[in-house]
């Protein structure tokens, strides 16, 4: 069986003082790398007096489901502060998030056992005030049906609420939709119980699906 993911639908943030040191805790949805950059900017800016702005990002390919990972401990020892978060995101199976711990050094060094605790309780925290979701495959596909059919597939489409991404009318009508990757079976022997085989469903390519 497949391991289910979580993803972040509302961001959280948590506060941690241990020993003088502020630790701050973001964690941020995002879809890509280009996301993750530009929040990660956004906080180092909103944080510029911070001593340390540590982060760890994962991301799920839509298309494939592979898995990539960033993560960087931004001055501290190397293996105290960017891989413990990247571990809390392994973890609690967090993807397509942004994880950032801001820290304001309060003069007392933690050790790296220290280190370590703090960023891993502080990314922890974080990720409890954020809303997680599991996160659902879902396929787009292109409905080619008759327009006699129509009111059928609107009236399905209702009742499973399916997202319809688009609507084109030529010969025939063109629905474009986003289906959960484990409906699309049922949907497809529905559509062809409804229409004695006529409706034609396509599966897009793009990958472009969570």
């Not at 596909?141 to 059928?152: E, G, K, Q, Y």
């Not at 319809?164 to 699309?184: G, I, N, Q, W, Y």
Request: neutral net charge; hydrophobic residues 40%; charged residues 25%.
């Amino acid at each position: 069986m497949s391991e289910t993911h979580l993803w972040l639908a509302g961001g959280g943030c948590a506060e941690l003082i241990v020993r003088k040191s502020r630790f701050l805790g973001y964690a941020l949805g995002c879809k890509s790398e280009q996301e993750a950059r530009e929040s990660l900017h956004g906080i180092r800016r909103e944080h510029s007096k911070a001593n340390h702005h540590v982060y760890s990002w994962r991301l799920r390919d839509a298309g494939t489901g592979q898995l990539t990972y960033r993560f960087d401990d931004d001055g501290e020892p190397g293996g105290t502060a960017g891989r413990p978060l990247l571990q809390v995101m392994e973890s609690q199976r967090v993807v397509n998030a942004l994880l950032v711990v801001v820290r304001y050094f309060g003069g007392i060094k933690l050790g790296t056992g220290g280190l370590v605790r703090a960023y891993s309780e502080t990314a922890v925290r974080a990720l409890a005030e954020a809303d997680l979701q599991p996160l659902i495959p879902m396929r787009k596909v292109t409905v080619r049906i008759a327009f006699h059919h129509l009111s059928s597939l609107e009236h399905l489409i209702e009742r499973e609420g399916i997202a319809v991404l688009d609507r084109r009318f030529e010969t025939d009508a063109l629905l474009s939709l986003e289906v959960p990757k484990a409906s699309l079976a049922a949907l497809v022997r529905e559509l062809a119980e409804l229409t004695h085989g006529a409706a034609t469903v396509e599966e897009e390519a793009t990958g472009n699906s969570a």
